[in-house]
């Protein structure tokens, strides 16, 4: 393992702990992913500082958890959180201790920790390490290993399990055999954790290099069926055509290929879901062969669903449930130029981009093959040229607003819904109307019908 530096910050910071007779480690995945030679993303630290100890020693500290010993120190640009040296007991809901105490020793606060990798303290300001459960031999050998008795620390607490498949598909490392075998059973209690925290977990998954790495895990430990029960029976959903795998298989690699740089991945994440409502809508054609009318409908429902027990924002459910909606679309270069813009409409522009990268991921997943270069290219030629030619293709896109119209009488509500919508159709049907003193004439005419 190679030898790291230590952020002058960090040193600065360690200098005042020190000077003031206290000890600070870093701790965590900032010491995992240096010694992996990695950038760490944020730094933990651990003390023996008592967290009103902490906030005397810096300007700016919020008292971020304080119950569990945190506290959050702003430092020239940078956040950290400071923990005192703690040890957890009963953890009778599975979820979160019910008691900390603190305790004098670095050792006993590590011993806590979930995955032997996770459990070294490198002492600042210059080490050197701690590493009571081996975790640099772990590192090396690229395993996720539970601390101690991985049964116990898996009842403790339920999230455990599903942060080893997380970690084996963020930093393509194993699950060790026993600790694998742990999850089986802790499902029990992995089942009453909270569902923002199996969110937060489902994120980093989908952000990871490879997420079908965590699913297959998730699979054969029983944590797919728990968690996520919709993917799980897409297993064995056989397809005829072009298709070489099964709707799960077919599914995780769509979610592999996608792109995966955006935020909340909605490409990703409605990759994984697009085909969820196969198996509920599969049926034989008089050929004998299997189809799935309806199915993106079917499986925008269910994701809806399934989004929502799993407490994603509102927003976020929108984008993810309306690509998969649309994901279907079968273009043909007989469509009009009408067409065209009604595809565009009903996409809506800014959804676009994340609709081709979903269709492309989708059909690569058909048959594991290269796409042709050219793949979508008529479509996104076609609506390019729409999209140059006419500039209104949304509400916010008319050059008559609702102000405009209540000057004309119009009384806001459902009425000027109806008539600004019905300008739009007509701008998209005949692009030379989009100028307000035409817009206005038919909003005059039409004022008649919806009074
Ligand atoms: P990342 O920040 O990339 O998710 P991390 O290892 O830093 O990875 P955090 O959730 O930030 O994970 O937690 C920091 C540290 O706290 C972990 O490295 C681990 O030592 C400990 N930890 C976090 N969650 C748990 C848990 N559920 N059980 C036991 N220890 C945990
Ligand atoms: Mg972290």
Redesign the pocket.
């Known amino acids: 393992m190679g030898k790291f530096t230590i952020h002058p910050i960090l040193q600065e910071i360690a200098s005042i702990f020190i000077r003031h007779g206290k000890q600070v480690f870093l ?4 010491v ?2 240096l010694l992996r030679g990695h950038q760490a ?2 730094w ?1 630290l651990a003390t023996d500082a008592l967290p009103y100890e902490v906030i005397a020693l810096f300007p700016r500290v919020i008292p971020t958890g304080i119950k569990h010993g945190t506290v959050t120190v702003h430092f020239k640009g940078r956040s950290l ?1 400071v923990t005192t040296y703690r040890t957890e007991s009963g953890y009778h809901d599975g979820r979160r201790p019910d008691q900390v105490t603190y305790t004098a020793r670095i050792e006993e606060d ?1 011993s ?4 032997t ?3 070294i303290a490198l002492p600042l300001p210059r080490g050197p390490l701690v590493d009571p459960f081996n975790g640099i031999a772990d590192i090396k050998g690229k395993i996720i290993r539970a601390v101690g008795n991985p049964q116990e ?1 898996f009842a ?2 339920g ?2 399990p599903l ?1 080893a498949v ?2 084996a598909s ?1 930093m393509g490392f194993e699950v060790e055999e026993a600790t694998l075998d742990a999850i089986p059973q802790a499902l029990g209690t992995t089942e009453k954790v909270s569902p923002e925290r199996i969110r937060d977990e489902l994120e ?1 998954i989908l952000a990871s290099p490879q997420p079908s790495r965590a699913f297959l895990l998730m699979e054969k430990t029983g944590l797919l069926e728990l968690l996520l029960p919709e993917l799980a029976c897409c297993r064995n959903i056989e397809q005829k055509g072009f298709h070489r795998f099964d709707v799960l298989d077919h599914s995780l690699l769509a979610c592999d290929a996608a792109a995966r740089d955006q935020a909340p991945g909605l490409v990703r994440t409605a990759a994984l879901l697009h085909d969820i409502g196969k198996p509920l809508t599969r049926v034989r054609d008089a050929a004998g062969v299997w189809t799935f009318y309806q199915h993106e409908q079917v499986s925008a429902a269910l994701s809806q669903d399934l989004l929502t027990r799993l407490r994603y924002p509102n927003a976020v459910i929108e984008g993810i449930v309306h690509l998969i909606r649309e994901h279907m679309f079968h273009y043909e270069p007989t469509w009009s130029e009408g067409a065209v813009r009604r595809f565009i409409i009903r996409v809506g522009k800014e959804n676009l981009d994340n609709l081709y990268q979903l269709r492309r991921a989708d059909a690569y997943a058909t048959t594991g093959q290269e796409l042709p270069r050219d793949f979508l290219l008529p479509l996104i030629t076609r609506v390019d040229e729409v999209l140059a030619k006419s500039r209104a293709l949304s509400l916010k896109d008319l050059p008559v607003s609702g102000k405009d119209l209540i000057a004309l009488g119009i009384k806001p509500g459902p009425p000027m819904g109806i008539i600004l919508s019905a300008l739009l159709e007509a701008v998209v049907e005949d692009p030379a109307l989009n100028t307000k003193e035409k817009l206005l004439n038919i909003a005059e005419n039409l004022k008649e019908q919806y009074p």
Do not use: I, S
């Open positions: 701790v965590g995945g900032a995992r992913d993303k944020d933990d959180e590590l806590r920790r979930d995955f990798m996770n459990a620390r403790e607490d999230l455990r942060r997380r970690f963020q980093k």
